[in-house]
């Protein structure tokens, strides 16, 4: 089982429309989690972090946690052609901030 | 705004050549860290460092592999004997207190090609 795993993907949404991206861990001892965002040969971006459950809204995004289930997800709302990237859902166990553990990444397309 | 900058951004060694990959990370900061993606492949772990040692490395940071700080602003990656295998881009980044919750900033990467 990877420790990380997201949504196989490419995920195509039209524009305007909401996109959801899905992330599961392995580990319960998990403390804090992390959306980037990474357009192809560029550097992940962070877009949202997560510490609790429950949902935290950004603007346009919206993380989603579940501790209890393993499940962090990511609402892209009124999602725009800009918004068309690799989505990394990363995973720490919270002792040492810089050591994230990534998902492979969901490939999001929007269509104008 | 602040931002982590990295050099070379691309570099085409020849397999057994040494490679050094340069970083500045923001000025502030105080934890570094070195990550690295092969093409099409999830970003990895590689090190971090804290107070000019490393903190923590993953199972890739071999002996081949070490990290030093040299000059107080730079945060170099030194690849001893690079093998096909270690053509990646390898992103440094850098955090303010290292604890969990602090943002991680990335430079741009530097693409490593070994031929």
């Known amino acids: 089982q990877k420790e990380v795993e997201q949504n196989s993907g490419p995920l195509s949404v039209p524009e305007g429309a909401i996109a959801s991206l899905n992330c599961t861990y392995s580990?319960?001892?998990?403390?804090?989690f992390f959306w980037y965002r990474q357009y192809s040969g560029k550097s992940p971006e962070l877009i949202m972090s997560i510490y609790s459950n429950g949902d935290k809204e950004d603007g346009r995004f919206t993380a989603q946690l579940n501790k209890a289930s393993q499940y962090v997800s990511l609402l892209i709302r009124d999602s725009q052609p800009s918004d068309s990237a690799t989505y990394l859902c990363?995973?720490?166990?919270?002792?040492?901030?810089?050591?994230?553990?990534f998902g492979d990444g969901t490939t999001l397309t929007v269509k104008p | 705004e602040p931002e982590v900058t990295q050099t070379p951004s691309h570099q085409v060694t020849q397999m057994g050549q040494e490679v050094i990959l340069r970083c500045v990370p923001i000025s502030n900061h105080l934890y570094f860290y070195w990550y690295r993606q092969i093409l099409g492949q999830k970003v990895e772990f590689l090190v971090s460092?804290?107070?000019?040692?490393?903190?923590?490395k993953s199972e890739i940071f071999d002996d081949q592999f070490s990290v030093e700080r040299p000059d107080g602003s730079n945060f170099t990656l030194k690849i001893r004997s690079t093998k096909l295998e270690d053509s990646a881009m390898y992103f440094c980044?850098?955090?303010?207190?290292?604890?969990?919750?602090?943002?991680?900033?990335f430079g741009e990467g530097s693409w490593l090609t070994v031929v």
């Open positions: 580990d319960r001892g998990s403390q804090s």
């Open positions: 460092f804290y107070n000019n040692e490393i903190s923590e």
């Open positions: 980044a850098s955090n303010r207190q290292g604890k969990s919750g602090n943002t991680i900033y």
């Open positions: 990363a995973v720490n166990m919270g002792t040492n901030a810089g050591k994230s553990t």
